[in-house]
């Protein structure tokens, strides 16, 4: 019997607002705060409160049979607290249903694999205990930052606790092998990959209303065919993707949510179940070692790591941020933390990118800036000024020390 | 005395050099007694039929917020004609194809993005399409007004290529003598690439011209060698610095580091690399302070992407393009003014600088740099003496002090009013030479 292992990301990065040189120094609010409500509680009404509802309906008409798994950074749910409560409730009415496993990743959906293990790990625990807070689950699967792996990466994982990790399908580490099953890391081998099934997920996420498709319109029986058919052999499939693919990406009107609603039903007629990635991962023993000594990602044609670390300002911005570390660690003040935290959000760097050519078009669909240098000047400005204010306090902490040690 | 001259519209409409200095001297003139007629482009767009419209004196002054005391006098002796054209001064002729063939498909008349990081630019499709034609239309119409104005002036002055042919068509017109302006020449704009057209223009200017002015000995030698000018009808007229009657109020500073600033367009003439390059020098040594460069241009990316790879963005900061208070502001938060133009016809800029009290560094290949003794002259190409400069200027007061206090003095004895007196005897001799014919 094949398993079938939706999971869907949930975020929505702090926007910055434009940030002059004029401002360095004077004025300490980075936010966008007009288009960060605007953008949230559009996608709200559009993809997260219809799309909810139509899981938790879901769940409970297949009493059960009907699984998903979700990842939530804190960065969105900070902004379902500001701007769309509802939307929050509704999540932890799915959590509720016992159906929907939570994973975990890095608080601010950062790139702090790439950068250090104290980081990373320190944000994956403060994403983890949200998540226990909000949903009262402990996750035990974890999905890093756009399914950013590596074999080191998947080890850094293993050793935090974690059984199941999530990864891309790329061709370019699987060669023949199949992304239908379950896969160990090369390092710790008690750690279980999942992999995503690029073709099927994409179908849906990029393909399903392109009308200059061959197989468009796409129907659940005919999704669910390919599913089933022979030439897709193997034990689990892996379809993952943005969660703003239903309704936003793919809008009310191309009949996404019609897809969605019969895809349950046909998928357990013909056979098959569904299950969370932790259940999927445990239900199946692992087939081989996956290697991958460089970073992967489920972006772009390349499927690395390039469109957010691929040109200097990337690396400059990068290299520039966790720069602060330590300042920040000794400062140990929540203020300067939330600042840290959503600085290092991977969409910042993800503006900046300037490979435009052959996946452009996805580029410039989520990016606020006219160009990577405009975003560039815009984070660095901000930056500084975090920076100026990151060493007052410093100075501050320091002066106070001095002035309680001479009274001692 | 009457001179019908062909200017450029004043800031803040227009930003840039050409517009600061035609207003500083037509202002200078005045005081001297000159009457003066000025002629600039300006683009009405396409609700409006009419070529040219006289435009009140002190509706000018207004727009420019600087209607002063005793000023009444002087706009009795200007009047101002627009004609209607979307010429603006520094625009090349590609880039003039490329703003009306985006006109000509999309209908696009104003190039304004929200980005405060861009200029802007105003287009419509009553113009030539494209910018010799336009210069050639300009021309037509000036030949009119000087037919209309026949009787009421005793010499042309013209600035800059554009407005050349129209000088040339109001002498042709009226048979009085006309002067030239050399603001800036082709081989300053591009380097040893010369657009054939422009060069052209220009050299037919100078030479229908019975007196070319240049801005510095620097442009004079480039009008006398490479366009083959006779010396004697050259001279140089450097531009000077207008003071405002107050001075703005100091805006807040934010940042308690010292500020290094580069102001203009960020483009090859002005050396903006060599700039970037220095600062990475500087701040090796020192850590509390912090560069600016404010503008845009065709290299800015390129600037970008240089300060990324140098490792040095958090230090190093860039405005976008900066107009009216902003410009002022920038000076008054700067520690350092540096100039270091690759080619620098005059650079009224430094000046500025000077006149809110802050040291400048231009480069020795500038035109301002012959009328300047309190400012700290380098090479263009030299970074280590550029970045000593700067170390210099931020670490020892003392010399920052000297700078800054003697070279507010220097730069307040560079007036319009001795720059116009001069220009007027020229004027006179011409006039009678011409009479002598």
């Given amino acids: 019997m094949k398993t079938v292992c939706l999971y869907f990301q949930v975020h929505q990065p702090w926007r910055l607002k434009k940030y002059r040189f004029f401002n360095m120094g004077k004025d300490h609010n980075y936010l966008d705060d007009l288009s960060n409500r605007a953008i949230m509680q559009k996608v709200a009404r559009q993809c997260y409160l219809p799309m909810n509802a139509l899981l938790l309906n879901l769940i409970k008409e297949h009493k059960g049979a009907f699984r998903c798994s979700f990842s939530l950074t804190g960065i969105a749910v900070e902004q379902f607290k500001a701007y769309a409560p509802e939307v929050l409730d509704s999540f932890k009415e799915l959590a509720a249903t016992g159906c929907v496993e939570f994973l975990a990743e890095t608080y601010s959906h950062s790139l702090a694999s790439l950068a250090s293990k104290e980081d990373f790990k320190e944000q994956v625990k403060l994403h983890t205990a949200m998540i226990k807070k909000e949903f009262g689950q402990k996750p035990t699967a974890f999905r890093n930052t756009e399914l950013i792996y590596s074999d080191e990466i998947g080890a850094m994982v293993a050793e935090l606790g974690f059984k199941t990790m999530l990864a891309e399908g790329a061709r370019h580490i699987l060669g023949w092998k199949s992304p239908n099953y379950v896969y160990a890391n090369a390092i710790d081998q008690k750690m279980r990959l999942l992999l995503r099934n690029y073709k099927l997920s994409d179908d849906i996420a990029f393909r399903f209303s392109n009308q200059g498709w061959d197989q468009y319109p796409l129907t659940a029986d005919k999704y669910v065919s390919w599913l089933h058919a022979e030439d897709t052999p193997g034990e689990v499939i892996n379809l993952f993707m943005d969660y703003e693919t239903f309704g936003e990406h793919q809008g009310a009107e191309t009949g996404i949510f019609d897809f969605m609603k019969a895809l349950p039903a046909t998928v357990l007629a013909s056979g098959m179940e569904f299950a969370t990635v932790s259940e999927a991962a445990k239900k199946y023993q692992p087939v081989a070692v996956l290697h991958c000594p460089h970073a992967m990602s489920w972006a772009d044609e390349e499927r690395d790591v390039t469109a957010w670390l691929g040109n200097e300002l990337q690396n400059e911005a990068f290299s520039k941020i966790y720069g602060l570390k330590e300042k920040i660690a000794k400062l140990k003040s929540e203020d300067f933390n939330y600042v840290w935290n959503f600085m290092q959000t991977s969409d910042h760097f993800y503006y900046m990118a300037t490979k435009w050519l052959s996946d452009g078009d996805v580029h410039s669909y989520f990016n606020p800036y006219d160009s990577a240098y405009d975003a560039f000047i815009n984070y660095m400005n901000v930056m500084s000024d975090f920076e100026i204010e990151v060493d007052k306090a410093l100075e501050a902490k320091a002066a106070a020390k001095r002035k309680s040690t001479k009274k001692a | ?437």
């Avoid at chain 2, 003066?36 to 002054?61: K, L």
């Avoid at chain 2, 800036?184 to 060069?199: F, I, L, P, W």
């Avoid at chain 2, 230090?315 to 938060?333: A, E, P, Y």
Wanted: net charge negative.
């Fill in chain 2, 1 to 437: 005395m009457r001179v019908l001259m062909f200017g450029w519209e004043f800031p803040p409409h227009i930003a840039g050099g050409l517009g600061t200095a035609c207003y500083g001297m037509t202002r200078g003139l005045a005081r001297n007694g000159v009457d003066v007629t000025f002629i600039v482009p300006h683009a009405y767009g396409d609700e409006d039929q009419r070529f040219i419209r006289v435009v009140n004196a002190s509706d000018v002054e207004a727009v420019y917020g600087a209607t002063e005391s005793g000023a009444d006098d002087i706009l009795d002796k200007i009047s101002f004609i627009h004609i209607d054209s979307n010429m603006v001064p520094y625009i090349s002729p590609e880039e003039y194809v490329s703003y009306h063939d985006e006109y000509v498909k999309s209908g696009k008349r104003v190039w304004e993005t929200t980005d405060c990081w861009k200029q802007r630019y105003t287009f419509s499709g009553k113009y030539g399409a494209n910018l010799m034609e336009e210069v050639a239309r300009y021309a037509v119409v000036a030949a009119q007004v000087a037919k209309d104005l026949e009787g009421q002036f005793d010499v042309i002055h013209a600035h800059d290529w554009l407005t050349y042919y129209a000088g040339i068509a109001a002498k042709r017109v009226s048979g009085k003598p006309l002067v030239v302006h050399m603001h800036a020449t082709e081989y300053d704009r591009s380097g040893e690439n010369v657009n054939t057209q422009v060069h052209a223009i220009e050299k037919t200017g100078m030479q229908a011209a019975d007196c070319v002015m240049a801005v510095s000995n620097l442009t004079r030698n480039i009008v006398i060698n490479r366009y083959g000018i006779p010396a004697e009808k050259v001279v140089t007229v450097h531009n000077a610095v207008r003071f405002a009657e107050k001075q703005s109020e100091a805006p807040e500073r934010g940042v308690d580091d010292k500020i290094i600033t580069f102001l203009g367009r960020i483009t090859y003439q002005k050396g903006p690399d060599y700039f970037v390059e220095a600062a990475a020098k500087v701040l090796k040594r020192v850590p509390n302070v912090r560069f600016v460069m404010a503008g845009s241009g065709d290299m800015m990316n390129h600037v970008i992407r240089r300060v990324a790879r140098l490792g040095i963005a958090d230090r190093f900061h860039f405005t976008g393009f900066l107009r009216g208070d902003d410009v002022h502001k920038m000076f008054q938060l700067s520690d350092v003014y540096v100039m270091p133009s690759v080619s620098e016809p005059f650079g009224i800029s430094p000046l500025e600088a000077m006149r809110s009290n802050v040291p400048v560094i231009i480069s020795k290949q500038s035109g301002v740099a012959e009328v300047l003794d309190y400012a700290v002259k380098v090479d263009y190409w030299d970074v280590d003496a550029l970045a000593d400069a700067m170390y210099a200027l931020i670490k020892y007061p003392a010399l920052a002090n000297m700078f800054s206090s003697k070279g507010l003095e220097e730069v307040t004895n560079l007036k319009w009013n001795n720059v116009a007196a001069k220009m007027k005897t020229i004027y006179e001799r011409i006039i009678e030479e011409s009479k002598n014919k």
